[in-house]
Protein backbone atom coordinates (compact mmCIF):
# COMPACT_ATOMS: atom_id res chain seq x y z
CA UNK A 1 0.00 0.00 0.00
CA UNK A 2 2.79 2.47 1.16
CA UNK A 3 4.49 1.68 -2.49
CA UNK A 4 1.80 1.88 -4.61
CA UNK A 5 1.44 5.77 -2.63
CA UNK A 6 4.95 6.64 -2.77
CA UNK A 7 4.79 5.37 -7.04
CA UNK A 8 1.05 7.55 -7.09
CA UNK A 9 3.50 10.76 -6.15
CA UNK A 10 6.35 10.14 -8.16
CA UNK A 11 4.24 10.33 -11.46
CA UNK A 12 2.12 13.49 -9.82
CA UNK A 13 4.91 15.84 -8.26
CA UNK A 14 2.52 18.65 -8.14
CA UNK A 15 0.67 17.01 -5.40
CA UNK A 16 3.56 15.44 -3.73
CA UNK A 17 4.38 19.12 -3.21
CA UNK A 18 1.46 20.34 -1.63
CA UNK A 19 1.32 16.71 0.38
CA UNK A 20 5.00 17.99 1.62
CA UNK A 21 3.06 21.65 2.98
CA UNK A 22 0.28 19.78 4.13
CA UNK A 23 2.14 17.08 5.96
CA UNK A 24 4.48 19.80 7.38
CA UNK A 25 2.61 22.82 7.96
CA UNK A 26 0.62 21.19 11.25
CA UNK A 27 4.05 20.28 12.77
CA UNK A 28 5.13 23.57 12.60
CA UNK A 29 2.96 25.19 14.55
CA UNK A 30 3.61 22.61 17.27
CA UNK A 31 5.60 24.07 20.68
CA UNK A 32 7.85 22.44 22.77
CA UNK A 33 9.10 24.84 25.54
CA UNK A 34 7.81 27.38 23.76
CA UNK A 35 9.61 27.09 20.42
CA UNK A 36 8.52 25.90 17.19
CA UNK A 37 10.18 25.28 14.03
CA UNK A 38 7.58 27.22 11.67
CA UNK A 39 8.23 26.42 7.97
CA UNK A 40 11.15 24.55 8.45
CA UNK A 41 9.12 21.71 9.16
CA UNK A 42 7.98 21.89 5.42
CA UNK A 43 11.34 21.23 4.51
CA UNK A 44 12.11 18.35 6.91
CA UNK A 45 8.90 16.79 5.40
CA UNK A 46 10.08 17.73 1.76
CA UNK A 47 13.41 16.07 2.26
CA UNK A 48 11.26 12.94 4.08
CA UNK A 49 9.00 12.44 1.51
CA UNK A 50 11.86 13.16 -1.15
CA UNK A 51 14.02 10.73 0.55
CA UNK A 52 11.07 7.68 0.53
CA UNK A 53 9.38 8.98 -3.53
CA UNK A 54 13.05 8.94 -5.08
CA UNK A 55 14.53 5.58 -4.02
CA UNK A 56 16.95 3.52 -6.04
CA UNK A 57 14.49 1.71 -8.03
CA UNK A 58 12.82 4.78 -9.29
CA UNK A 59 13.15 5.37 -13.37
CA UNK A 60 16.14 7.67 -13.94
CA UNK A 61 13.82 9.54 -16.27
CA UNK A 62 11.11 10.10 -13.71
CA UNK A 63 13.86 11.38 -11.29
CA UNK A 64 15.35 14.36 -13.27
CA UNK A 65 11.51 14.76 -14.33
CA UNK A 66 10.40 15.53 -10.80
CA UNK A 67 13.73 17.52 -9.57
CA UNK A 68 13.24 19.67 -12.66
CA UNK A 69 9.68 20.12 -11.97
CA UNK A 70 10.70 21.09 -8.34
CA UNK A 71 13.47 23.51 -9.39
CA UNK A 72 11.28 25.36 -10.65
CA UNK A 73 8.67 25.48 -8.19
CA UNK A 74 11.90 26.51 -5.27
CA UNK A 75 13.05 29.08 -7.75
CA UNK A 76 9.83 30.90 -8.26
CA UNK A 77 8.89 30.21 -4.64
CA UNK A 78 12.47 31.57 -3.92
CA UNK A 79 12.42 34.69 -6.08
CA UNK A 80 8.67 35.79 -4.95
CA UNK A 81 9.44 35.21 -0.94
CA UNK A 82 12.85 37.64 -1.33
CA UNK A 83 11.26 40.11 -3.28
CA UNK A 84 7.98 40.75 -0.74
CA UNK A 85 10.40 40.31 2.09
CA UNK A 86 12.54 42.97 0.48
CA UNK A 87 9.55 45.31 0.23
CA UNK A 88 9.06 44.46 3.91
CA UNK A 89 11.66 45.63 5.06
CA UNK A 90 12.88 48.44 3.44
CA UNK A 91 12.30 50.79 5.79
CA UNK A 92 13.92 49.42 8.62
CA UNK A 93 17.09 48.77 6.36
CA UNK A 94 17.55 52.18 5.33
CA UNK A 95 16.61 53.29 8.82
CA UNK A 96 19.40 51.32 9.88
CA UNK A 97 21.64 53.42 9.10
CA UNK A 98 21.32 56.20 11.98
CA UNK A 99 23.18 56.87 14.34
CA UNK A 100 21.83 54.34 16.90
CA UNK A 101 20.93 51.94 14.22
CA UNK A 102 24.72 51.82 13.30
CA UNK A 103 25.54 50.67 16.23
CA UNK A 104 23.06 48.20 16.61
CA UNK A 105 24.46 46.92 13.29
CA UNK A 106 27.95 46.86 13.66
CA UNK A 107 27.57 44.25 16.44
CA UNK A 108 25.79 41.59 13.44
CA UNK A 109 28.05 42.51 11.17
CA UNK A 110 31.54 41.97 13.55
CA UNK A 111 29.55 38.62 14.44
CA UNK A 112 28.21 37.17 10.71
CA UNK A 113 32.37 37.80 9.82
CA UNK A 114 33.42 35.86 12.88
CA UNK A 115 31.11 33.30 12.45
CA UNK A 116 31.83 33.15 8.60
CA UNK A 117 35.29 32.63 9.31
CA UNK A 118 34.93 30.13 12.67
CA UNK A 119 32.89 27.96 10.38
CA UNK A 120 35.73 27.74 7.79
CA UNK A 121 38.53 26.50 10.41
CA UNK A 122 35.70 23.97 11.64
CA UNK A 123 35.14 22.99 8.48
CA UNK A 124 38.73 22.47 7.92
CA UNK A 125 39.46 21.11 11.55
CA UNK A 126 36.74 18.52 10.75
CA UNK A 127 36.99 17.63 7.47
CA UNK A 128 33.82 18.81 6.02
CA UNK A 129 33.71 20.99 2.06
CA UNK A 130 32.36 23.76 1.22
CA UNK A 131 28.78 22.67 0.61
CA UNK A 132 28.77 21.41 4.05
CA UNK A 133 29.93 24.52 5.76
CA UNK A 134 27.48 26.66 3.66
CA UNK A 135 24.77 24.56 4.84
CA UNK A 136 26.23 24.68 8.49
CA UNK A 137 25.85 28.66 8.29
CA UNK A 138 22.75 29.00 6.97
CA UNK A 139 21.33 26.20 9.11
CA UNK A 140 23.06 27.51 12.45
CA UNK A 141 21.58 30.95 11.77
CA UNK A 142 18.43 29.86 10.53
CA UNK A 143 18.05 31.60 7.26
CA UNK A 144 16.18 29.90 4.34
CA UNK A 145 17.09 32.60 2.24
CA UNK A 146 20.57 31.93 2.79
CA UNK A 147 20.47 28.47 1.75
CA UNK A 148 18.79 28.98 -1.32
CA UNK A 149 21.41 31.53 -2.84
CA UNK A 150 23.62 28.66 -1.63
CA UNK A 151 22.03 25.56 -3.64
CA UNK A 152 22.15 28.39 -6.71
CA UNK A 153 25.17 28.81 -6.52
CA UNK A 154 26.00 25.50 -5.60
CA UNK A 155 24.02 24.71 -9.38
CA UNK A 156 26.55 26.46 -11.20
CA UNK A 157 29.53 24.87 -9.80
CA UNK A 158 30.97 21.61 -12.38
CA UNK A 159 30.35 18.06 -11.15
CA UNK A 160 27.14 18.40 -8.98
CA UNK A 161 25.12 15.45 -8.90
CA UNK A 162 21.88 15.16 -6.48
CA UNK A 163 23.87 14.16 -3.36
CA UNK A 164 26.09 17.23 -4.22
CA UNK A 165 23.59 19.29 -4.29
CA UNK A 166 21.56 18.06 -0.83
CA UNK A 167 24.68 18.43 0.99
CA UNK A 168 24.05 22.15 1.98
CA UNK A 169 20.18 21.26 2.78
CA UNK A 170 21.25 18.36 5.13
CA UNK A 171 23.85 20.15 6.88
CA UNK A 172 21.60 23.12 7.22
CA UNK A 173 18.47 20.96 8.13
CA UNK A 174 20.57 19.24 11.16
CA UNK A 175 21.91 22.34 12.38
CA UNK A 176 18.82 24.60 12.46
CA UNK A 177 16.76 23.01 15.45
CA UNK A 178 20.64 24.29 17.33
CA UNK A 179 20.54 27.98 15.69
CA UNK A 180 16.63 28.11 17.88
CA UNK A 181 17.55 26.29 20.96
CA UNK A 182 20.78 27.99 21.60
CA UNK A 183 19.59 31.55 21.21
CA UNK A 184 17.03 30.96 23.69
CA UNK A 185 19.42 29.10 26.20
CA UNK A 186 22.00 32.00 26.10
CA UNK A 187 18.90 34.56 26.82
CA UNK A 188 17.69 32.43 30.07
CA UNK A 189 21.76 33.03 31.57
CA UNK A 190 22.48 36.52 29.90
CA UNK A 191 20.86 38.40 33.14
CA UNK A 192 22.56 36.12 35.74
CA UNK A 193 25.96 36.60 34.03
CA UNK A 194 25.50 39.66 33.40
CA UNK A 195 23.88 40.42 36.44
CA UNK A 196 21.11 42.78 34.84
CA UNK A 197 17.33 43.09 36.91
CA UNK A 198 15.48 42.99 33.23
CA UNK A 199 12.64 44.79 34.59
CA UNK A 200 14.55 48.14 36.72
CA UNK A 201 16.37 48.28 32.75
CA UNK A 202 13.08 48.23 31.22
CA UNK A 203 11.95 50.97 33.68
CA UNK A 204 15.11 52.97 32.41
CA UNK A 205 14.43 52.43 28.77
CA UNK A 206 11.05 53.85 28.28
CA UNK A 207 11.76 56.27 25.40
CA UNK A 208 12.60 52.90 23.52
CA UNK A 209 9.20 51.74 23.91
CA UNK A 210 7.46 54.51 21.65
CA UNK A 211 5.19 53.00 19.51
CA UNK A 212 5.84 49.61 20.83
CA UNK A 213 3.30 49.91 23.42
CA UNK A 214 -0.58 51.17 23.63
CA UNK A 215 -1.18 54.83 23.36
CA UNK A 216 -3.31 56.81 25.28
CA UNK A 217 -5.02 59.98 24.94
CA UNK A 218 -4.86 62.80 27.68
CA UNK A 219 -6.96 66.23 27.59
CA UNK A 220 -4.18 68.79 28.42
CA UNK A 221 -4.80 72.32 30.30
CA UNK A 222 -2.57 74.66 29.74
CA UNK A 223 -1.29 76.58 32.66
CA UNK A 224 2.18 77.02 32.46
CA UNK A 225 2.81 80.95 31.23
CA UNK A 226 5.80 78.66 29.66
CA UNK A 227 3.65 77.20 27.16
CA UNK A 228 2.11 80.07 25.66
CA UNK A 229 2.58 80.59 22.01
CA UNK A 230 4.70 77.41 22.33
CA UNK A 231 3.93 75.46 18.97
CA UNK A 232 3.51 71.74 18.84
CA UNK A 233 6.91 71.50 16.80
CA UNK A 234 8.49 73.75 20.07
CA UNK A 235 6.73 70.85 22.51
CA UNK A 236 7.86 67.65 20.45
CA UNK A 237 11.48 68.57 19.32
CA UNK A 238 13.47 69.52 21.92
CA UNK A 239 12.69 66.17 23.70
CA UNK A 240 11.95 63.45 21.03
CA UNK A 241 8.94 63.21 22.36
CA UNK A 242 6.42 60.97 19.85
CA UNK A 243 3.34 62.95 20.57
CA UNK A 244 0.26 64.03 18.31
CA UNK A 245 -2.16 66.93 19.65
CA UNK A 246 -5.73 65.92 18.72
CA UNK A 247 -7.94 69.06 19.15
CA UNK A 248 -8.03 72.09 21.27
CA UNK A 249 -10.90 73.72 22.93
CA UNK A 250 -10.34 77.48 23.18
CA UNK A 251 -13.15 79.84 24.50
CA UNK A 252 -15.85 77.20 23.99
CA UNK A 253 -14.79 76.54 20.38
CA UNK A 254 -13.52 73.80 19.11
CA UNK A 255 -10.31 73.93 16.91
CA UNK A 256 -8.00 71.53 14.84
CA UNK A 257 -4.22 72.61 15.88
CA UNK A 258 -1.78 72.92 12.76
CA UNK A 259 1.84 72.53 12.87
CA UNK A 260 2.18 76.36 13.53
CA UNK A 261 -0.80 76.68 16.11
CA UNK A 262 0.36 77.83 19.04
CA UNK A 263 -0.91 77.30 22.70
CA UNK A 264 -3.04 79.72 25.00
CA UNK A 265 -3.32 79.83 29.08
CA UNK A 266 -6.55 77.69 29.76
CA UNK A 267 -6.66 75.99 26.38
CA UNK A 268 -7.55 72.30 26.64
CA UNK A 269 -5.70 70.27 24.07
CA UNK A 270 -5.98 66.50 23.69
CA UNK A 271 -2.41 64.68 23.23
CA UNK A 272 -2.08 60.76 22.09
CA UNK A 273 0.82 59.11 22.80
CA UNK A 274 2.90 56.27 25.01
CA UNK A 275 2.13 57.53 29.15
CA UNK A 276 5.67 58.01 29.23
CA UNK A 277 5.48 60.57 26.74
CA UNK A 278 2.25 62.35 27.91
CA UNK A 279 3.47 62.85 31.32
CA UNK A 280 6.04 65.28 30.02
CA UNK A 281 4.45 67.27 27.82
CA UNK A 282 1.89 67.50 30.67
CA UNK A 283 4.68 68.76 32.97
CA UNK A 284 5.61 71.00 30.03
CA UNK A 285 2.20 72.64 29.36
CA UNK A 286 -0.16 72.60 32.74
CA UNK A 287 -1.82 69.62 34.37
CA UNK A 288 -4.06 66.78 33.13
CA UNK A 289 -7.74 67.40 33.15
CA UNK A 290 -11.09 65.63 34.22
CA UNK A 291 -12.55 66.53 30.64
CA UNK A 292 -12.29 63.91 28.33
CA UNK A 293 -12.40 66.39 25.20
CA UNK A 294 -11.65 63.33 22.75
CA UNK A 295 -15.45 62.11 23.62
CA UNK A 296 -16.98 65.89 22.21
CA UNK A 297 -18.26 64.97 18.84
CA UNK A 298 -20.56 68.29 18.89
CA UNK A 299 -18.42 69.92 16.09
CA UNK A 300 -15.33 67.34 15.52
CA UNK A 301 -15.17 63.79 15.16
CA UNK A 302 -12.95 61.00 14.85
CA UNK A 303 -13.03 58.25 12.39
CA UNK A 304 -10.78 55.40 11.89
CA UNK A 305 -9.86 54.54 7.97
CA UNK A 306 -8.10 52.20 5.46
CA UNK A 307 -5.61 53.74 3.10
CA UNK A 308 -6.05 52.11 -0.06
CA UNK A 309 -5.91 55.23 -2.36
CA UNK A 310 -2.35 54.89 -4.01
CA UNK A 311 -2.32 58.68 -4.39
CA UNK A 312 -1.73 59.41 -0.95
CA UNK A 313 0.86 56.31 -0.47
CA UNK A 314 4.34 56.92 -0.69
CA UNK A 315 3.54 60.80 0.31
CA UNK A 316 4.66 62.45 3.53
CA UNK A 317 2.02 63.37 5.77
CA UNK A 318 3.88 66.82 5.35
CA UNK A 319 3.11 67.16 2.17
CA UNK A 320 -0.43 66.22 2.07
CA UNK A 321 -1.53 69.24 3.95
CA UNK A 322 -4.14 67.36 5.39
CA UNK A 323 -4.42 70.70 7.53
CA UNK A 324 -5.18 73.14 5.54
CA UNK A 325 -6.47 71.38 2.45
CA UNK A 326 -9.03 68.87 4.42
CA UNK A 327 -9.13 70.32 7.52
CA UNK A 328 -8.24 66.80 9.34
CA UNK A 329 -5.53 65.40 11.32
CA UNK A 330 -4.12 62.10 11.11
CA UNK A 331 -3.70 61.16 15.21
CA UNK A 332 -2.54 58.01 15.12
CA UNK A 333 -1.41 54.93 12.48
CA UNK A 334 -1.77 51.19 12.21
CA UNK A 335 0.35 49.65 10.26
CA UNK A 336 -0.08 45.61 11.34
CA UNK A 337 -0.65 44.95 14.29
CA UNK A 338 1.41 48.16 15.53
CA UNK A 339 0.17 51.23 16.66
CA UNK A 340 1.92 54.86 16.09
CA UNK A 341 2.11 58.34 16.58
CA UNK A 342 2.68 60.00 12.89
CA UNK A 343 4.69 63.08 11.89
CA UNK A 344 5.06 65.00 8.87
CA UNK A 345 7.81 62.62 7.63
CA UNK A 346 5.61 59.27 8.16
CA UNK A 347 4.62 57.84 5.06
CA UNK A 348 1.84 56.01 4.41
CA UNK A 349 1.30 52.78 2.96
CA UNK A 350 -1.38 50.33 1.64
CA UNK A 351 -3.59 49.09 4.45
CA UNK A 352 -2.75 51.17 7.23
CA UNK A 353 -5.27 52.32 9.35
CA UNK A 354 -5.33 55.78 10.60
CA UNK A 355 -7.50 57.68 13.03
CA UNK A 356 -8.21 61.22 11.83
CA UNK A 357 -10.07 64.02 13.60
CA UNK A 358 -12.09 66.32 11.41
CA UNK A 359 -15.02 68.29 11.25
CA UNK A 360 -18.10 66.00 11.63
CA UNK A 361 -19.89 66.92 8.07
CA UNK A 362 -16.30 66.21 6.42
CA UNK A 363 -15.86 62.79 7.40
CA UNK A 364 -17.12 61.35 4.10
CA UNK A 365 -14.82 63.26 2.03
CA UNK A 366 -11.87 62.45 4.64
CA UNK A 367 -13.09 58.36 3.87
CA UNK A 368 -12.92 59.21 0.09
CA UNK A 369 -9.80 60.84 0.13
CA UNK A 370 -8.08 57.58 1.95
CA UNK A 371 -10.32 55.07 -0.29
CA UNK A 372 -11.27 53.47 2.96
CA UNK A 373 -12.03 50.08 0.82
CA UNK A 374 -11.31 46.72 1.81
CA UNK A 375 -12.24 45.33 -1.65
CA UNK A 376 -9.17 47.89 -2.83
CA UNK A 377 -7.19 46.35 -0.54
CA UNK A 378 -7.31 42.69 -1.75
CA UNK A 379 -5.98 43.74 -4.67
CA UNK A 380 -2.63 43.61 -5.90
CA UNK A 381 -1.24 45.22 -8.32
CA UNK A 382 0.26 42.79 -10.54
CA UNK A 383 1.52 44.72 -13.17
CA UNK A 384 4.04 46.87 -10.55
CA UNK A 385 5.04 43.46 -8.87
CA UNK A 386 5.68 41.61 -12.18
CA UNK A 387 7.96 44.71 -13.20
CA UNK A 388 9.84 45.07 -9.89
CA UNK A 389 10.69 41.23 -10.22
CA UNK A 390 11.34 41.17 -13.00
CA UNK A 391 13.76 44.08 -12.50
CA UNK A 392 15.31 41.40 -10.08
CA UNK A 393 15.32 38.36 -11.83
CA UNK A 394 17.35 40.50 -14.74
CA UNK A 395 19.56 41.77 -12.00
CA UNK A 396 20.52 38.73 -10.59
CA UNK A 397 21.88 37.07 -13.76
CA UNK A 398 24.00 40.26 -14.60
CA UNK A 399 27.49 38.72 -14.16
CA UNK A 400 29.72 41.31 -12.03
CA UNK A 401 33.47 40.48 -12.70
CA UNK A 402 35.90 39.40 -9.80
CA UNK A 403 39.16 39.20 -9.12
CA UNK A 404 41.09 36.25 -10.82
CA UNK A 405 38.54 35.98 -13.87
CA UNK A 406 35.74 34.81 -11.41
CA UNK A 407 32.00 35.83 -12.19
CA UNK A 408 29.60 36.70 -9.45
CA UNK A 409 25.93 36.81 -9.63
CA UNK A 410 23.24 38.29 -7.70
CA UNK A 411 21.06 35.31 -8.62
CA UNK A 412 17.31 34.59 -7.70
CA UNK A 413 17.95 35.91 -4.35
CA UNK A 414 20.19 38.78 -4.41
CA UNK A 415 18.88 40.11 -7.22
CA UNK A 416 15.41 40.81 -6.16
CA UNK A 417 16.21 41.27 -2.78
CA UNK A 418 18.49 44.34 -4.05
CA UNK A 419 15.85 45.40 -6.36
CA UNK A 420 13.15 45.55 -3.25
CA UNK A 421 14.96 46.89 -1.07
CA UNK A 422 15.48 50.05 -3.55
CA UNK A 423 11.90 50.36 -4.68
CA UNK A 424 11.01 49.90 -1.17
CA UNK A 425 12.58 53.20 -0.22
CA UNK A 426 10.97 55.44 -3.08
CA UNK A 427 7.92 54.06 -2.32
CA UNK A 428 6.63 54.99 -5.90
CA UNK A 429 7.68 56.69 -8.82
CA UNK A 430 5.03 58.32 -11.05
CA UNK A 431 2.09 56.57 -10.81
CA UNK A 432 3.50 53.02 -10.17
CA UNK A 433 3.49 51.96 -6.22
CA UNK A 434 5.55 49.20 -5.55
CA UNK A 435 4.42 48.12 -1.74
CA UNK A 436 1.46 46.21 -1.16
CA UNK A 437 -0.60 45.83 1.59
CA UNK A 438 0.50 44.74 4.85
CA UNK A 439 -1.56 41.38 4.54
CA UNK A 440 -1.05 40.65 1.12
CA UNK A 441 2.83 41.18 1.48
CA UNK A 442 2.94 38.58 4.51
CA UNK A 443 0.49 36.25 2.42
CA UNK A 444 2.69 36.33 -0.46
CA UNK A 445 5.98 36.07 1.57
CA UNK A 446 4.76 32.84 3.47
CA UNK A 447 3.28 31.54 -0.13
CA UNK A 448 6.90 31.85 -1.75
CA UNK A 449 8.78 30.36 1.39
CA UNK A 450 6.17 27.15 1.38
CA UNK A 451 7.29 26.70 -2.13
CA UNK A 452 10.70 27.26 -2.06
CA UNK A 453 11.13 24.61 1.37
CA UNK A 454 8.67 22.21 -0.60
CA UNK A 455 10.72 22.15 -3.58
CA UNK A 456 14.29 22.04 -2.33
CA UNK A 457 13.31 19.66 0.28
CA UNK A 458 11.81 17.32 -2.10
CA UNK A 459 15.00 17.29 -4.49
CA UNK A 460 17.14 17.00 -1.61
CA UNK A 461 15.45 13.95 -0.04
CA UNK A 462 17.58 11.67 -2.79
CA UNK A 463 20.89 13.46 -1.42
CA UNK A 464 19.63 13.01 1.89
CA UNK A 465 18.78 9.26 2.41
CA UNK A 466 22.53 8.71 -0.04
CA UNK A 467 24.94 11.05 2.76
CA UNK A 468 22.76 9.30 5.89
CA UNK A 469 22.92 5.60 4.59
CA UNK A 470 26.84 5.82 3.81
CA UNK A 471 27.67 7.62 6.74
CA UNK A 472 25.32 7.98 9.44
CA UNK A 473 28.01 9.49 11.85
CA UNK A 474 27.63 13.22 9.92
CA UNK A 475 24.67 13.54 12.30
CA UNK A 476 26.10 13.91 15.69
CA UNK A 477 29.01 15.74 14.12
CA UNK A 478 26.82 18.41 12.53
CA UNK A 479 24.99 18.78 15.95
CA UNK A 480 27.91 19.32 17.76
CA UNK A 481 29.77 21.87 15.21
CA UNK A 482 26.04 24.00 14.99
CA UNK A 483 26.52 24.46 18.73
CA UNK A 484 29.47 25.58 18.28
CA UNK A 485 29.04 28.16 16.26
CA UNK A 486 26.18 29.05 17.81
CA UNK A 487 27.52 29.02 21.13
CA UNK A 488 30.57 31.52 20.35
CA UNK A 489 28.57 33.35 17.87
CA UNK A 490 25.71 34.08 20.50
CA UNK A 491 28.05 34.78 23.28
CA UNK A 492 29.87 37.42 21.16
CA UNK A 493 26.70 39.00 20.59
CA UNK A 494 26.21 39.80 24.07
CA UNK A 495 29.45 40.45 24.93
CA UNK A 496 30.03 43.01 22.11
CA UNK A 497 27.06 44.57 22.28
CA UNK A 498 26.59 44.64 25.84
CA UNK A 499 29.69 45.20 27.45
CA UNK A 500 31.53 46.97 24.34
CA UNK A 501 28.65 49.22 22.79
CA UNK A 502 26.79 49.45 26.16
CA UNK A 503 23.44 48.35 24.35
CA UNK A 504 20.96 47.44 26.90
CA UNK A 505 20.62 43.77 27.36
CA UNK A 506 16.54 44.11 27.03
CA UNK A 507 17.24 45.15 23.47
CA UNK A 508 20.29 42.99 23.07
CA UNK A 509 17.71 39.84 23.18
CA UNK A 510 16.49 41.49 20.13
CA UNK A 511 19.22 41.61 18.37
CA UNK A 512 20.30 38.06 19.40
CA UNK A 513 16.75 37.13 17.52
CA UNK A 514 17.65 39.29 14.39
CA UNK A 515 20.96 38.04 14.06
CA UNK A 516 19.54 34.83 13.92
CA UNK A 517 16.57 35.83 11.70
CA UNK A 518 14.24 34.24 13.75
CA UNK A 519 10.82 35.13 14.96
CA UNK A 520 10.97 32.52 17.15
CA UNK A 521 13.70 33.46 19.48
CA UNK A 522 12.54 37.29 19.40
CA UNK A 523 9.12 35.84 20.94
CA UNK A 524 10.93 33.72 23.51
CA UNK A 525 12.55 37.51 24.20
CA UNK A 526 9.41 39.12 24.49
CA UNK A 527 8.06 36.36 26.84
CA UNK A 528 11.46 36.50 29.17
CA UNK A 529 11.54 40.22 29.40
CA UNK A 530 7.88 41.00 30.22
CA UNK A 531 7.82 44.10 27.55
CA UNK A 532 8.48 44.56 23.80
CA UNK A 533 11.81 45.93 24.00
CA UNK A 534 13.38 42.71 22.28
CA UNK A 535 11.08 44.48 19.03
CA UNK A 536 13.45 47.79 18.59
CA UNK A 537 16.74 45.65 18.38
CA UNK A 538 15.14 43.17 15.91
CA UNK A 539 13.87 45.43 13.66
CA UNK A 540 16.97 47.40 13.68
CA UNK A 541 19.48 44.29 12.64
CA UNK A 542 16.88 42.09 10.59
CA UNK A 543 17.68 43.37 7.05
CA UNK A 544 21.26 43.63 7.36
CA UNK A 545 21.77 40.13 9.38
CA UNK A 546 19.12 38.56 6.35
CA UNK A 547 21.88 40.27 3.77
CA UNK A 548 24.89 39.69 4.86
CA UNK A 549 24.07 35.87 5.34
CA UNK A 550 23.05 35.30 1.77
CA UNK A 551 26.36 37.12 0.73
CA UNK A 552 28.73 35.42 3.13
CA UNK A 553 27.02 32.23 3.33
CA UNK A 554 28.05 32.31 -0.80
CA UNK A 555 31.34 33.63 0.13
CA UNK A 556 32.18 30.61 2.23
CA UNK A 557 31.79 28.39 -1.31
CA UNK A 558 34.64 29.89 -2.29
CA UNK A 559 37.04 30.53 0.84
CA UNK A 560 36.89 26.29 1.25
CA UNK A 561 38.91 24.42 -1.39
Known amino acids: MIEQVLFFFAHNPLLMLFAVVALGYPISKLRIAGASFGIASILFAGIA ?20 EMKLVYELGLAVFVYAMGLSISHSFWAAFSREGMKKNAVVLLVMLTSTAFVVLLAKAMGFNARYAAGLLTGSF ?42 MLIILVSAKVFRVNLREEADGLKDYQTGHQKLEVWTLRVTQPEAVAMTKRDI ?15 KAELLIPGPDFRLQLEDLVTVVGSPEDLAKVEALVGQRSHVELDRDQSALDATRVFVSSRDVVGVPLGRLDLINKHAAIITRVRRGDLWFVPDGDTVLELGDRVRVTTRRDNIEAIEEFFGDSYRDLSEVSFLTFAMGLAAGLALGQLPIPLSHGIIFKLGFAGGPLAVALILGRFHRIGPLVWNFPYSANHTIRQFG ?10 ISGEGFRAIVSQNISVLPLFLGAAFLVCFVADSLTMVLGHKLFGIPLNIMFGILAGTHTQPVVLGYANHHTGNELPNVGFATVYPLATILKIVLAQVLLALIR
Open 49 to 68: LGALVMAPGLDPGLKKDISK
Open 142 to 183: TNMPALAGVIERVKTMTGVGPVELAQPTVASAIAYPIGVLVP
Open 236 to 250: RAPQGLHVVFGRVLR
Open 449 to 458: LVLFAAGIGV
